[in-house]
């Protein structure tokens, strides 16, 4: 039976159906995306491919020498490692809102974007910089211990990672939810009332990236900036790592606008509830994902669930 031949009730019942099969449908590619997820090419051979040549060696270890350094070294690895998760959402978020018939007005728009998106992140990355300098080597983040055996054990910092990861990630599906009217979002007053609030607080998610951040080149960063005790260098490297990290997403998207000449961000539009659901598959996929690759594998790493191994990952 056709959607021509459905009775209003019938439509309307195929319409209810729709939102959750866009959910589990998200929810599925996210757990698939966690299970093969490679740290490695993420890190490695990404990140390091583009940062390594500027800094004469491997980003995770490189010897930070002065607070011009380590700004700079700030910047380029938050760029480097734009390919998280949790940029899906200044993804989707950018997408939608660009979509203007002259290119001024794209560029003006998007610039508007960026600008409360990084107002966001420097609040929540920067004072977590202050933090972090303030406690020192107190936080998990910076901590060597493990828990269980002191070699193989888990590290404490992945407990961090997890709990931070998987909060994260329990945002993002709920406002993937909330785009589909499927859960009741308590900020919506906020984000009606004070339009671009919303991009402050999606920046602010992508600030929190840094709380729990396993990247090698940030706690080679996050140690030198605790060795200085200047709370001010570290509010700034850190916000640069999330500006870095923002501005990497932007070119990204920037290409594909080019790319393809603004249809992608039209073909948004041009339907209604259609860039409402592009962005609730994307927050439910990348909180799926958080929740998944860092909650789930922690309790697989601490033995108390299974976990997939690819090979190579293993």
């Keep these: ?57 491997d980003i995770s270890e490189v010897a930070i020498t002065g607070a011009g350094m380590a700004t700079v070294f700030a910047f380029v690895t938050g760029a480097a490692g734009m390919f998280t998760a949790c940029n899906v959402a200044v993804f989707s978020a950018l997408a939608p809102m660009t979509a203007q018939r002259s290119a001024r007005g794209q560029a003006v728009t998007m610039l508007r974007a960026v600008g409360l998106l990084m107002a966001g992140a420097v609040l929540v990355s920067g004072l977590y910089g202050v933090l972090g300098v303030l406690i020192g080597t107190d936080l998990p983040q910076l901590s060597t211990v493990r828990i269980g055996d002191p070699v193989t054990g888990v590290p404490v910092r992945s407990v961090q990672s997890g709990v931070v990861f998987g909060l ?47 990247f ?71 909180g799926m994902f958080f929740v998944v690759y860092w909650t789930v594998k922690l309790g697989t790493r601490l033995g108390h669930l299974w976990w997939p191994v690819m090979p190579y990952n293993s």
């Design 168 to 214: 994260i990630g329990v945002i993002m599906v709920w406002r993937g939810l909330a785009y589909l009217r499927l859960a009741r979002n308590p900020l919506d007053g906020v984000f009606r009332r004070h339009p671009g609030s919303e991009l402050v607080f999606l920046g602010g998610l992508v600030g929190a990236y840094l709380i729990g951040r396993p």
């Design 1 to 57: 039976m056709t959607n021509a031949s459905l009775s209003p009730a019938g439509e309307r019942a195929d319409n209810e159906r729709r939102p959750w099969r866009l959910v589990l449908l998200s929810g599925l590619a996210g757990v698939v995306l966690a299970v093969v997820w490679s740290p490695r090419l993420v890190d490695k051979v990404i990140a390091g491919g583009l940062a390594n040549p500027l800094f004469g060696g």
């Design 216 to 286: 090698g080149p940030f706690r080679n960063l996050f140690e030198y900036a605790v060795s200085t005790e200047n709370p001010f260098l570290g509010f700034a490297t850190f916000a640069l790592q999330s500006v870095g990290n923002i501005v990497g997403v932007v070119l990204i998207f920037v290409v594909i606008m080019v790319l393809t000449r603004g249809r992608f961000q039209r073909w948004l539009t041009d339907e209604p509830g259609r860039a409402a659901r592009f962005s609730a598959a994307a927050f439910i996929v990348a």
